[in-house]
């Protein structure tokens, strides 16, 4: 079935400093993916939705310039959080529409502790 | 009003019981319906999906929609403690690139 990769799988950075978090979709291409953020005992919070050669398209109350989503190519989309706060942390998630099958692939998530 | 709503649990049986999981939603412009499972500090993996109202079955997984009654549950036969997880329902309106509005969840923990 399709597989999303995403990585790192955690990562731990101090206040101010930026992270990237990848998201790939392996041996299909994703058009568009979604990036979700997830509190603990929380459900999925949709933070934008990610367009190949195109700007993202951000959920209301997200910051645009503080989550910067890269979607470059087919296969890879980018989420970087700028000048990250403790506030910030939180487990991101990717996922990707396989047309291939119903249903939306998600990735294995990625842990961020801001220290 | 949350636009679907979901017990958080948690919720605790015994092995080899039938768990019933359940939601309601208010917006009756939703069609799909899809319920995921997620392991502690993993991305959801999609279970079962359904297309407005009915029953579908996928070994000891049912997945029920009642649209008149804005309600979706799944079943789960013979539960092992492998099915310990949380349970997501999952929603959209469109079948495409259209996001998909979740649950909040509930935690299953099965008993040995």
């Known amino acids: 079935g399709a597989v999303v990769s995403q990585h790192p799988s955690r990562v731990i950075c101090k206040s101010g400093t930026s992270v990237k978090i990848e998201c790939r979709s392996l041996d299909f291409q994703a058009t568009t993916m979604f990036w979700y953020r997830q509190f603990p005992k929380q459900s999925l919070m949709l933070m934008a939705t990610s367009n190949e050669g195109s700007k993202a398209t951000y959920e209301q109350g997200v910051e645009k310039d503080k989550f910067l989503i890269n979607h470059a190519s087919l296969t890879l989309s980018t989420l970087t959080v700028t000048s990250a706060h403790p506030e910030d942390s939180s487990f991101y998630i990717c996922?990707?529409?396989?047309?291939?099958?119903?249903?939306?692939?998600f990735g294995s998530g990625t842990r961020l502790t801001v220290v | 009003q949350k636009e679907v709503e979901q017990d958080p649990g948690p919720l605790s049986v015994p092995e080899g019981a039938i768990v019933s999981l359940n939601c309601t939603y208010s917006?009756?412009?939703?069609?799909?319906f899809m319920w995921y499972r997620q392991y502690s500090r993993k991305g959801p993996e999609l279970l079962m999906y359904?297309?407005?109202?009915g029953n579908k079955e996928d070994g000891r997984f049912t997945a029920q929609v009642d649209k008149s009654s804005k309600y979706i549950s799944l079943f789960i036969r013979d539960s092992q403690p492998s099915d310990s997880a949380t349970y997501l329902c999952a929603m959209s309106v469109d079948f495409g690139n259209e996001k998909l509005t979740f649950g909040t969840g509930t935690r299953l923990t099965i008993i040995p």
């Open positions: 996922s990707a529409r396989d047309w291939a099958s119903f249903g939306y692939t």
């Open positions: 359904t297309y407005s109202s």
């Open positions: 917006n009756s412009a939703f069609q799909y």
